[in-house]
């Protein structure tokens, strides 16, 4: 019988214990105030997407080392599309550091994948309680929205969501020629 010992590890190691919690997520109101400011004033797609891009890397890099274990491996899940232990990942992080915006916006971004929408759905609005400017998890919402066959009410998300970041790439699913 074959042992997977670096899986079992893992989440022996990244399980959470009740004494330990995640610390308060520190955010610097400043610099993603400036990136926010700098994603509206962008002139074109190249630099709203770079900027969009700085913001991403302040979300993921989570409020400590065992957080973001948890999330750069339940990110590794994703991209081998084991959405299943990925999920059970983001379970985890959530359960140790309830405060980490990105930690919910990922495990919506799972259920997504996995097509369950109604979860998905409360993850985000998790995510937007306690970020509401991700325009990540307001572009999610669109989508899940739309998938679920809500589009009247998946655009209007992805008109908030393009309020914050017009270049986002999913402004092309909004019906040609509507204002934003």
Known sequence: MKINVLGTLSFVLLSPSPAFSCPDVQTDHIEQNRLY????????????????????????????????????????RIRV?????????????????????????????????????????????AALELEPRHFGALAGRATTLISMGRVKVGHAALRQALAIHPWLSERHLLPTGEDI
């Open 37 to 76: 400011s700098e994603l509206q004033m962008a002139s074109n797609e190249m630099h709203g997407r770079a900027v969009g891009g700085q913001l991403w890397e302040i979300w993921v890099t989570a409020p400590d080392e065992k957080s973001q274990e948890f999330m750069d491996l339940g990110r590794e």
């Open 81 to 125: 599309a084991d959405y299943e232990r990925a999920e059970e990942i983001f379970d985890q992080l959530i359960d140790y550091c309830p405060n980490y915006a990105e930690g919910w916006n990922q495990r919506a971004f799972v259920r997504y994948l996995r097509q369950d929408y109604g979860n998905a759905l409360e993850d985000i609005t």
